[in-house]
């Protein structure tokens, strides 16, 4: 929110109001405010330094190591703990947890930023001549929540429980949802999940939504998504569940008590809770509905001929028969190479990139099989499901360029299957 306050808050307006009546949510993304530890790390860190960058300093134009504005900002609306935080430079830990009272005025801060914070940008602007009356608080808003470091679980899900129970004990109008925050590395214990269903259980909270931090659908064990699969049956018996960061795989839980996913557009079905510094903005890739993941483009290109499809009305009929990729390839196969269209994107670059205008066709076709398949999952049981991610591997799997982007479509019709 706080990184483009003014055109999420118009986006916001438009789709949430009235006529359309689109439900939405603001993440404070209090995290960014605690403890991490950097993978392959074994003691977690304070100093808060991910949230920072390099920034120019006008007063003697040097440059200097500063926190970024957006969370700066978040932090002096939020004040209390978390300004402290930044202040001091210390994250908030989950071994040193806030006294009670600090507890209730970050629960109260956090919560009262996601219900006014939309209407506040159109207060502080009279030139938008907008009724704030007509914007809608969020569909619920979240408890202020912390990753919840392994090596500290115990510690950790006690912090999460205190913010979740206050947050929930509040007098508002929304429903309270809580975010639990860890490592994917939980799905390997039956104890910890037992403690995290306890207490999310108890805590009073209407919903809650799961970040298990680096834990990928597609790359992830049979193991751990049987135990990620059976967490979220277990807790939709008392509390809705969501997925924070999902693709395919969790909106198939949906006929098994998922009540909705959130993702990036064209990537960000997984999120690493610490995000690897420095890196860029990753290949928008061409989605493939039979397999549910991104390929690139080549890959495909080099099955089409062995699967027999050699003109456009057979990749309509066999890949996909979306408006964007009617519109792309039109009448010629060969326009399905434009999803993948690299550029120099200064004369500089040394590598080619992925061109905006292809990064934005992949993005549209990915949204619109997205909502297609979110269509068909409401009409099918689980078992039908299951059936379709084996048929998607069996049509794939011979392809040497594909076959080993198809194996997980097997392992998530077992996990369905149990």
């Not at 196969?333 to 905006?356: C, M, N, V």
């Amino acid at each position: 929110m706080e990184a483009s306050p003014g055109a999420t808050s118009s986006i916001i307006f438009k789709f949430a109001g009235k006529i359309h009546k689109v439900p939405y949510y603001i993440d404070p993304m209090t995290y960014a405010f605690g403890t991490y530890t950097e993978r392959g790390a074994s003691e977690p860190r304070l100093d808060l330094d991910w949230i920072k960058s390099f920034q120019k300093n006008k007063q003697n134009n040097r440059v200097e190591r500063r926190y970024k504005r957006s969370y700066l900002a978040l932090a002096e609306l939020f004040d209390g703990p978390i300004l402290r935080a930044v202040n001091t430079n210390r994250g908030i830990s989950p071994d040193q947890i806030p006294s009670p009272d600090d507890i209730n005025l970050l629960c109260e801060a956090v919560i009262r930023y996601q219900r006014t914070r939309v209407r506040n940008e159109f207060v502080s602007d009279a030139e938008y001549g907008i009724d704030v009356s007509q914007i809608p608080t969020p569909a619920a808003v979240f408890a202020p929540y912390f990753y919840i470091d392994p090596l500290v679980f115990d510690a950790g899900l006690g912090f999460f429980y205190e913010c979740a129970t206050t947050s929930a004990a509040l007098d508002i109008e929304e429903p309270v949802h809580a975010v639990f925050c860890t490592d994917e590395s939980v799905l390997d214990s039956e104890d910890l999940l037992a403690k995290a269903a306890e207490s999310i259980r108890r805590s009073g909270v209407d919903g809650v939504w799961l970040w298990f931090s680096r834990f990928n659908e597609k790359e992830a064990s049979e193991t751990r998504l049987r135990a990620f699969r059976f967490f979220v049956e277990e807790l939709s018996e008392t509390v809705r569940v969501f997925n924070m960061h999902g693709g395919l795989f969790s909106l198939a839980l949906s006929r098994i008590g998922m009540s909705g996913i959130s993702h990036g557009v064209g990537y960000g079905e997984q999120k690493d809770v610490i995000p690897v510094i420095g890196q860029s903005t990753p290949t928008v890739r061409y989605y493939l509905p039979d397999l549910g993941c991104r390929l690139s483009v080549p890959q495909i290109e080099r099955a089409l001929y062995d699967l027999g499809v050699t003109t456009a009305e057979g990749f309509f009929e066999y890949i996909c028969d979306c408006s964007i990729c009617r519109g792309v390839i039109g009448t010629d196969i060969g326009g399905f190479s434009s999803f993948g269209d690299l550029h120099y994107s200064t004369a500089e670059s040394k590598r080619k990139a992925q061109t905006p205008a292809a990064a934005k066709r992949c993005r549209f076709h990915f949204l619109l099989n997205r909502a297609r398949e979110r269509n068909q999952m409401r009409n099918k049981d689980v078992m039908a499901i299951a059936e379709s991610f084996r048929d998607g591997f069996l049509k794939w799997r011979r392809q040497p360029t594909v076959r080993d982007d198809a194996q997980h479509m097997l392992r998530w019709k077992n996990v369905l299957e149990t």
